[in-house]
């Protein structure tokens, strides 16, 4: 992966909150909403997209009677969460390079 093709799952903040978050298990859509400090139609216009993409899985799920979203990372999710890290690491290798 290069920073020329960085996955459009990456290259908002509100995604990347959302990705990163769910790395350490599912979260429901009012966790997401406190961790991304974003407005529940932002987030989810965000969820959606990121679920098209193939990066998050969605559950729609009732709790109580009450109707609850549950996003969980995917593993395709997981596998280019990696390779992005792995890119930003070599960015940072690459930059020590140049560095005086």
């Given at each position: 992966m290069e920073i020329n093709a960085i996955p459009e799952a990456f290259q908002t903040k509100i995604r990347l909150a959302i990705l990163s978050s769910l790395l350490t298990g599912k979260k429901n859509f009012r966790e997401l909403k406190v961790i991304t400090s974003a407005t529940d139609g932002n987030l989810g216009a965000q969820i959606?997209?990121?679920?098209?993409l193939g990066y998050v899985?969605?559950?729609?799920?009732?709790?109580?009677?009450?109707p609850q979203t549950i996003c969980t990372i995917t593993e395709y999710g997981r596998i280019q969460f990696k390779e992005y890290v792995e890119m930003l690491e070599n960015l940072l290798k690459q930059s020590k390079e140049f560095l005086p």
């Open positions: 959606k997209k990121l679920n098209g899985m969605v559950e729609k799920v009732f709790i109580n009677n009450k």
